[in-house]
């Protein structure tokens, strides 16, 4: 959603503070934020118990 909003020139506040150190940061920083929960998601989403 941040990188939605980011095209229109509007930010979230909680992640106004990945533009601080530049436009390029800012985008490498969302990037790996997506990359990050992505792994999490497949590390830990389908997690089945089988006892």
């Not at 229109?8 to 533009?19: K, P, S, T």
């Not at 990050?36 to 997690?47: C, E, H, P, Q």
């Amino acid at each position: 959603m941040s990188i939605i909003l980011s095209i229109f020139n509007y930010n979230i506040r909680l992640l106004a503070w990945v533009d601080i150190w530049g436009n390029a940061m800012g985008w490498l920083i969302r990037i790996l934020l997506i990359l990050g929960g992505g792994i999490l998601y497949f590390v830990y989403g389908s997690y089945d118990d089988e006892n």
